[in-house]
C-alpha cells in the first residue's frame, strides 16, 4: 500500500534521496520547497514517490527493487494520482528515478502505458571555471536588476504578475523565496522582459529557472540574466545547479558559455493518463 507522508515526516526520506542526484528531490525532502512524498511504509519508508510542488513531474526515491512499492503504484497512479492531476489539468505523467537503477524498473512498470523518453543534462559551476569574459552586452534600453521585495511588490510594473506567479510556481511564499533564493530580472520600458532566479534551494545548491518572454528572445538577454545571477551566487558561495533537456540547445549553449560544467545526465518518462 502506498500512502501519503506528512510534511513533518519528511525526514524520513532524507536517507532514500540518493547523494549524487537531483537537487530538486533533496529540497523538497530538506522541506525548502513545497512538494508531497508518497511512500511504500508511513514508519519506515524504502520507496517513494515525490510530487513536484509546481506540478512539474515525479520522481522516483529509495529503493528500485521494491517489490511492495512497485507492485502498488500503477493502481495508486490511476486511482490517487490521476484524478488530482486532471482537476489541475495534467494529463501526462512525467517521471525521473532519482538513482540510474530506477531507469530499468521505470521502463518495466510502464511498458503497457505506451511510455517515451527524453534526455536531460545537468550542469553545475566551479568558481575558477566561470567564463565571465562571454558575458555579453545588451541594448542599454535594457537594464539588469537583482529581485527584492520591493521589486515583487512593484505594481508600476506593467507584468508584475508575471515575477510573482515564477515565484509562487516554486516557493510556498515570497518570503521564503526572499529567504533563501537569489534572482535577477531584465526589465524594458517598464516590464520584466527575462528572469533568472533559485527554483529549488539545498544547502547552498540554487536550481536555476530562466524565461525571457517571446517577444525578447534572440537578444541574448537569457545570457545577461545567467551571468548576473552566476556573479551573485559566486559572492554569496552559492552553487548555481542548472537543469535543461538535451534538445534545448539554447539552454544548453547559455550554460556552456557561463562555464557550468555537465555533471551527469537522466532520463525523463513520461505517458497520457
Known amino acids: 500500500m502506498i500512502s501519503e507522508l506528512a510534511k513533518r515526516d ?16 533533496k529540497a523538497i525532502l530538506e522541506g525548502t520547497n513545497p512538494g508531497r512524498v508518497f511512500v511504500d511504509n508511513l514508519t519506515s519508508p524504502n520507496s517513494g514517490l515525490i510530487w513536484l510542488g509546481n506540478n512539474d513531474g515525479f520522481f522516483f526515491i529509495g529503493d528500485a527493487e521494491n517489490e511492495n512499492f512497485n507492485s502498488n503504484i500503477n493502481e495508486f497512479i490511476d486511482n490517487v494520482i490521476k484524478p488530482e492531476a486532471r482537476k489541475l489539468g495534467i494529463y501526462v505523467f512525467e517521471g525521473i528515478g532519482n538513482h ?8 518495466e512498470l510502464f511498458a503497457h502505458r505506451n511510455l517515451s523518453s527524453w534526455n536531460q543534462k545537468v550542469y553545475k559551476l566551479k568558481i575558477e571555471n566561470y567564463l565571465m569574459g562571454n558575458e555579453p552586452k545588451i541594448d542599454d534600453k535594457y537594464s539588469v536588476v537583482r529581485l527584492m521585495e520591493d521589486l515583487y511588490n512593484d505594481y508600476s510594473i506593467k507584468n508584475i504578475e508575471f ?8 516557493w510556498t511564499s515570497p518570503l521564503e523565496f526572499f529567504d533563501k533564493g537569489l534572482g535577477y530580472c531584465i526589465i524594458y520600458r517598464n516590464q520584466i522582459v527575462s528572469i533568472c532566479f533559485s527554483a529549488f534551494v539545498y544547502g547552498n545548491t540554487h536550481c536555476v529557472d530562466i524565461e525571457t518572454l517571446p517577444l525578447h528572445q ?5 545570457q545577461k540574466a545567467a551571468h548576473a545571477f552566476v556573479k551573485g551566487c559566486i559572492q554569496r558561495d552559492m552553487i548555481p545547479y542548472w537543469d535543461c533537456s538535451e534538445d ?9 558559455r557561463i ?3 555537465n555533471v551527469f545526465n537522466y532520463k525523463g518518462y513520461d505517458f497520457s493518463f
Open 163 to 170: 515575477l510573482q506567479s515564477k515565484i509562487k510556481e516554486f
Open 10 to 25: 519528511f525526514y524520513k526520506c532524507k536517507g532514500l534521496a540518493y547523494e549524487r542526484g537531483h537537487a530538486e528531490v
Open 259 to 261: 562555464g557550468l560544467m
Open 218 to 222: 534572440g537578444k541574448r538577454l537569457a
Open 248 to 256: 534545448n540547445i539554447g539552454s544548453v549553449m547559455v550554460a556552456e
Open 100 to 107: 540510474p537503477k530506477w531507469d530499468k524498473t521505470i521502463q
